[in-house]
């Protein structure tokens, strides 16, 4: 068991598993969490409730958060930076603007507090498994002292350069993800479309060149029609929004990009927004007039 107290805040679909990775590693955790249930479970695991962020601060040497969006993030972070102790550290693991984890870095290096930007990728199982990707940004020596707590969370860690370096990693991961989405969606349409069973067509490209872990696991999803979601398609506009920002920022034409993330906002207005965003299938399924289904 490691002496220092681990504050955790957030215990979503990405974060319950995380927390809990990080309390069977030995550690002593501490847990904050808007919803009950999730914070119960942590307990039982053998982690301590704090009724607050600002609880957490005062009793953790180190705080991971993991929330939904820039804005509760910086809300979270400002609450609790005033009653951390100097010489603390903050791991923001949550998809958040680059600008953001820059500023947040330079408003804790004021009260002598570390932060690293640190998001992850590989969805609900990787964060149940521990085998998330982790992308680092920030101090090295940071890095060097969070680095047994990222590998309770993760099989994978990068560190990419300064603060905010972790966050335009995600960025770009979750350019790829959303692009790929919505490429083998067209693809299984396209081929039951045209009278092949998506089923077949799906097993005859993962042995080729085609082959992804998104063909696996999304176009399985789509095929099943397993929309339950790893991660909801509402959170992903704020990925599309940070994108964007980059792209208009650096002068970047992402036309696949916008093509996924026009899907992705159609799935949302119609009624999608709590889904996976492999469901992203279903608007060229409406256009198309056919449905994917695992019975061809």
């Known amino acids: 068991m490691t002496a220092d107290a681990i504050g955790f805040i957030g215990l979503g679909i990405m974060g319950r598993p995380m927390a809990l990775n990080l309390v069977r590693a030995g550690h002593r955790v501490v847990v904050h969490s808007r919803s009950r249930a999730p914070v119960e479970e942590l307990v039982r695991a053998g982690a301590t409730e704090a009724n607050s962020p600002r609880a957490v601060a ?27 102790r100097a010489g603390a550290l903050v791991i923001d693991m949550s998809t958040i603007h680059p600008e953001s984890a820059r500023s947040l870095a330079h408003e804790l290096a004021a009260r002598g507090v570390g932060f690293l ?22 101090e090295a020596r940071q890095v060097e002292r969070a680095a047994l707590l990222l590998r309770a969370v993760g099989s994978r860690v990068v560190h990419l350069g300064d603060h905010g ?33 998506p089923t077949k067509v799906r097993e005859a490209l993962l042995g080729g060149f085609a ?86």
């Not at 930007?117 to 920030?138: C, F, K």
């Open 211 to 296: 082959s992804s872990r998104i063909l696996d696991s999304h176009g399985e999803r789509m095929i099943q029609r397993n929309f339950r979601p790893g991660g909801r398609a509402e959170l992903h506009v704020k990925d599309i929004e940070v994108i964007g920002a980059l792209a208009r920022a650096g002068g970047v034409p992402l036309p696949a990009f916008e093509a996924a993330a026009t899907q992705l906002r159609s799935l949302i207005e119609h009624g999608g927004a709590d889904l996976d965003h492999a469901a992203m299938v279903t608007e060229l399924e409406r256009v198309a007039g056919v449905e994917l289904s695992a019975s061809w």
């Open 58 to 84: 005062e009793v953790a040497d180190v705080v991971l958060t993991m929330l939904p969006d820039t804005a509760t993030v910086e809300a979270v972070i400002r609450e609790l930076a005033p009653r951390l």
């Open 165 to 197: 370096a972790g966050q335009v990693t995600k960025a770009v991961n979750q350019l790829v993800v959303m692009a790929t989405i919505e490429v083998v969606a067209e693809a299984l349409v396209l081929a039951a479309r045209s009278g092949v069973s």
């Open 117 to 138: 930007d640190a998001p992850v990728s590989g969805g609900e199982r990787g964060a149940i498994e521990g085998s998330l990707s982790i992308m680092v940004g920030g």
